[in-house]
């Protein structure tokens, strides 16, 4: 099943022998041919120390720029490995929304010593973008885009366009801003706008003034609701003195939404405090699965606990012992889809967290038929293998009440963390499977208990 | 907990009054005013009949742009309950990606019932945009876009543009596209280009030739890499006979990468077989929860019949029953978080369905340092429990071992599930479960039975 990758012949190999090298043009033509998930994949197969070197040799901008297309746990990794001057002249290359994600993620020492290596200007203006809730409008927004003054004319801003071709390369340039002197925002132009327009005319003319904007403290939700009401390829941020503080992309929203997602997702598996990437420090990795294992194992000795109670009903009926662990695994499994489903449909908007008698009602019907479905099978593979029908009713009838249980409880969990400003992909499950495997447990030995004549 | 929401207040509850009226403008203006989170809430919570209402009040237009923002799920349940031919009349007005992938989700019966409606013309091309691979270029790809031939002069296209201006509004105008005779792709012309360059000046002149396109044929993975190697904000697609086909856009990547995204949550969830919201039938909620549960019982089984060889170890040492469903339960956990990591890996790219070597080692290192850390708490409670150290140690001892085979095993299924064509986000979790619900049960039950003496 395993076939080792010819280690000489992997990009990460040549990468490395590049780097010991130490021909920076060579490195640079060697990564301008990769792919860009050839290049994220051979840097993080790279060690620790050509890492180091691989950063050092390249320009500050550079540099940046590969970090860029990493994922954000190893970029941060990566920073963390440098020396706070060498990590501040990199940091100092990024566009601010990307600086401020990164050192978010780099946390608050490193961050600290790395702002204290540049200018106070640069600096004060980083820490301002970090202070912005994540995911807000402010923390989303880009900083390059082009301002024009409203009395100036079509001519004066074309002539401007031109001269700055080579450095507006890089901006959004889907719309032009419209300032008054206190660079307070009056209107957007679109390029195309000002195509046909004659060269004498007033910005202030062409404009659409009072255009939508959003406040640095929006939220990811408010933000994306306006980029669907409207069909804007980014939209201006203002902040609290009603200047222009920067332009959100729906790009950014989309990727900010599909962040959110992976981290939902990583969370519903268990791994907290982060994202996990096998190149990071094995250290770090084990302690955020320990992070989530730890208090389960608490949660699952609560559970268990339940079966202790009834050791001398399993004593006389020591087939329940084989029955057990499915009607935990089960139950928590049929939780778990209505948890999906609630999840998604928060996400959606399609439900709102007060909502819980829709979902009690929406969720108790499948319970109802889906525990009747499930205990039927379970219960007639109990009858058919202990040729007892007793034993089958009590599997059976356990497991379908707890499937009922577990469905709505399942689809309620979800709305009532959110409600509490708790976060559902995160607590739901462990919640979850803790309370139904402590009622299936019970609903099994208990029934087996009052029966216990009939299954001996 | 529960806090019935005010019908009366409901905008769904409003919007069932108007229709019932049969008032198409207060419904038109009702719509205009609620967010489109808002107007997916309130139509998934309208009856059927209602539902139906809608979309035969508003025009075919208005319903096509209706349904585009609800879940496709949802739209393709609604298109399924009206007639064929309202339903073609609607789905006429959709955009061609739209339209295929909402009948896509129709599924073939309805599909041909709702084409036969449609002028041949017209039905041949939705069926040729069904056929291509879904997520391919061809699937994504928009066919708004214009073009102009490459002898036209630039103040040719200017006055279209400008005679045009209502018509092309809806187009993805970023771009303009020069072909030759046969609809051949020659070049790229931004907008911007245009703006300054002399008017008598030909668009070949002027245009970026050979542009970087993609295949119809071109699969997510390569048309989001493009997309990474590109800045650009469309990428025009050519079919096999070099013709220019469509405009795949960015955004239609990054919401395809999204919509795959939420199929592995959905998946690893146990909801297979497409997207559940509750607002659709409860039958085929119920069916594909159940199309999930159903294999897993007989996987349960498998898993359990280890156990009932032991029953006599159960028997002679019955706190053992507690610890089976735990140790079920926390290799479970570990697995998984394997798991969720090569997924997260497999995705970005950051790793090949082939590198078993890579995994087995990064996961061993982890499995080895968990497993140690969670036998030595489990086996800690079960010393101090039953104040036995042979107890404490086959629990812990069990629990360790199949953690380490838990990691690993997590950590290479998703891997071997990819390079068999298999959807590691379907069958990695039940594939770990069965297997290491098996392993720890025999290791613990084994355990025992050799050192039965020192037990009890």
């Known amino acids: 099943m395993t076939e080792p990758i010819r280690e000489e012949d992997a990009p990460w190999a040549r990468l490395a022998s590049l780097l010991a090298i130490g021909e920076v043009t060579a490195v640079r033509d060697f990564l301008e041919r990769l792919a860009p998930d050839e290049i994220a994949r051979a840097i993080t197969r790279l060690s620790g120390e050509h890492q180091q070197a691989l950063m050092q ?18 970029a941060a990794t990566m920073i963390e490995d440098l020396s706070a001057e060498d990590a501040a002249g990199i940091v100092g290359e990024m ?25 106070a200007a640069v600096s004060d203006h980083i820490r301002e973008r ?22 100036e004319s079509v001519g004066a801003a074309l002539r401007d366009l031109e001269a700055h071709k080579e450095r507006y390369a890089d901006f959004h340039v889907q719309y032009l801003y419209v300032v008054g002197n206190r660079d307070d925002l009056r209107g957007v132009l679109r390029i195309r706008d000002l195509l046909l327009a004659p060269r004498e005319q007033k910005l202030a003319d062409l ?6 904007a959003l406040s640095t403290g929006d939220g990811l939700e408010v933000v994306a609701t306006m980029f669907e009401r409207h069909p804007f390829l980014g939209l201006p941020v203002i902040d609290d003195d009603a200047r222009l503080a920067g332009v959100v992309l729906r790009s950014a929203v989309q990727e900010a939404r599909a962040r959110r997602a992976r981290k939902t997702f990583l969370k519903l598996s268990g791994i907290i405090g982060g994202d996990e990437l096998r190149s990071l420090p094995l250290r770090s990795r084990s302690l955020r699965r320990l992070a989530f294992l730890c208090p389960n194992i608490a949660l699952n000795l609560i559970a268990a606990s339940v079966i202790a109670l009834y050791q001398d009903t399993i004593q006389a009926v020591i087939a329940l012992a084989v029955f057990l662990p499915i009607i935990s695994d089960m139950s928590g499994c049929s939780g778990n889809q209505a948890v999906a489903v609630s999840i998604r449909e928060l996400s959606l908007g399609l439900i709102q ?14 319970g109802l038929i889906n525990g009747t479905v499930v205990g039927l099978l379970l219960g007639l593979v109990a009858f058919l293998w202990q040729d007892n029908i007793v034993l089958g009713a009590v599997v059976g009838g356990a497991l379908a009440l707890n499937t009922l249980l577990s469905v709505v409880l399942g689809g309620l969990v979800p709305l009532f963390l959110k409600r509490c400003g708790a976060d559902p992909a995160l607590a739901s499950a462990p919640i979850l499977t803790t309370v139904t495997d402590m009622c299936g447990f019970f609903l099994v030995l208990n029934f087996a208990s009052i029966l216990l004549s009939r299954l001996t």
Chains 1, 2 share one sequence.
């Open 130 to 151: 970090i202070e912005y809730e994540p995911e807000s409008a402010g923390a989303l927004m880009s900083e390059r885009f082009l301002t024009f003054l409203e009395d």
């Open 95 to 119: 566009p601010g929304e990307s600086q401020a994600e990164l050192l978010r993620e780099v946390g608050q020492e490193g961050t600290k010593a790395i702002l204290q290596e540049m200018d």
């Open 353 to 366: 967290p007060r909502e819980f008698w829709r979902v009690f009602v929406k969720e108790g019907a499948i």
């Open 207 to 212: 404009m659409i003034p009072d255009p939508v």
């Open 57 to 74: 040799l390249l320009q500050n901008a550079e540099a940046a720029e590969l970090l860029e297309e990493l994922p954000e746990a190893q």
